[in-house]
């Protein structure tokens, strides 16, 4: 079976200050990947999507960036963060393919705060 | 811009009730449609997932899907405390098949 592990659970940092969070999957191959923000009491914002190794699709423009460097494992990173980058960062992955039946899987996330 | 939209609740039922969530979306292309709880503080998990007309039951819980009308709903019989959570809706729109377009979600309690 598949599993998705996503850490730090938990993550604060100052303003400024460097960010990496890291997501792998296991049991599957070639995976399509997601990262998704979730502010307090808003739905998931799609951040990036990758659908093979160093293939990265951005969907909102900010000082985030994400890379794929090996065929199941994202990362989420910023150079500098800012107070509104504060939130639940979630990592999702979906079979591979472009059908659209496929339903995405979460892991457990991870709840970042920017003092 | 393609919309997935829910009324934010909350929704209150009492056990043992039926709780009717409903999510209306703006895309008339898209094709396929999940449902997914979330409790407080933890991640998604997918619960139900629908793409043709009419209705997908799976235990407790029943998906409906109107693609004339643009609504798709989920009913859960028999409500329980422990399916108080926040459901989300999920919509992958025409043209983007990998990607999925949410909700704001409809947070539940079930009172005991």
């Known amino acids: 079976s598949q599993t998705i592990h996503q850490w730090p659970a938990t993550l604060v940092q100052p303003v400024g200050s460097p960010l990496s969070l890291e997501c792998t999957v296991e049991?599957?191959?070639?995976?399509?990947l997601y990262w998704y923000r979730q502010a307090a009491g808003r739905g998931l914002q799609l951040l990036f999507y990758s659908v093979g190794i160093g293939q990265i699709s951005s969907e909102v423009p900010q000082n985030l960036s994400a890379s794929r460097p090996q065929d199941r494992q994202f990362i989420l990173s910023s150079k500098k963060l800012l107070l509104s980058d504060s939130g639940f960062y979630l990592c999702?992955?979906?079979?591979?393919?472009?059908?659209?039946?496929?339903?995405?899987?979460f892991g457990d996330g991870t709840r970042l705060s920017i003092l | 811009q393609k919309e997935v939209e829910q009324n934010s609740g909350p929704l209150s039922v009492p056990e043992g009730a039926i709780a009717s969530l409903n999510c209306t979306y703006s895309d008339r292309g898209s094709q396929s449609f999940f449902w997914y709880r979330q409790y407080s503080g933890k991640s998604p998990e997918l619960i139900m997932f629908i793409y043709s007309n009419g209705d997908k039951e799976d235990g407790r819980f029943t998906a409906q899907l109107n693609k004339a009308s643009q609504y798709v709903s989920l009913l859960i019989r028999d409500s329980q405390p422990s399916d108080s959570a926040t459901y989300l809706c999920?919509?992958?729109?025409?043209?983007?098949?990998?990607?999925?377009?949410f909700g704001s979600g409809t947070q539940l309690t079930v009172l005991p």
């Open positions: 049991g599957t191959s070639n995976p399509n």
């Open positions: 999702a992955w979906s079979r591979p393919g472009t059908a659209s039946n496929q339903p995405q899987h």
């Open positions: 999920a919509v992958v729109s025409s043209g983007s098949a990998r990607q999925l377009t």
